[in-house]
């Protein structure tokens, strides 16, 4: 597990496929590029340009649940497969890659 509870993100109030305009960071013009996004629903359970901070993370049946309190103190719950379906969606929301925890623990020794 990389993200922890303390995590932050943001949704850009960018829509996939804007244009690109002068002043934009780079972020800013890898969220506005036209890639897919496995996520989309749960991108639109979040406010565009309003921080989050994970405070929780917990199991419910087969899910894995998400619960993400906002700037404004709103409250959300993603649910996801996985919690690797989970990492992938906050690293996409950072634009982060995340490492390949499974390469490090078949090197490791004792």
């Keep these: 597990m990389h993200y922890i509870a303390g995590t932050r993100i943001r949704v850009s109030a960018i829509r996939p496929g804007g244009p690109i305009r002068p002043g934009m960071t780079s972020s800013q013009i890898r969220a506005s590029s036209p890639k897919r996004s496995l996520y989309t629903k749960h991108r639109e359970l979040l406010k565009p340009d ?20 906002s700037s404004d103190m709103s409250r959300t719950e993603l649910q996801f497969d996985t919690i690797t379906d989970a990492e992938r969606f906050i690293s996409e929301l950072r634009n982060e890659n995340l490492p390949n925890y499974d390469d490090v623990y078949k090197n490791m020794t004792d």
């Design 50 to 69: 309003t921080d989050y901070t994970l405070t929780r993370i917990y199991k419910d049946q087969d899910k894995v649940v998400y619960v993400f309190n």
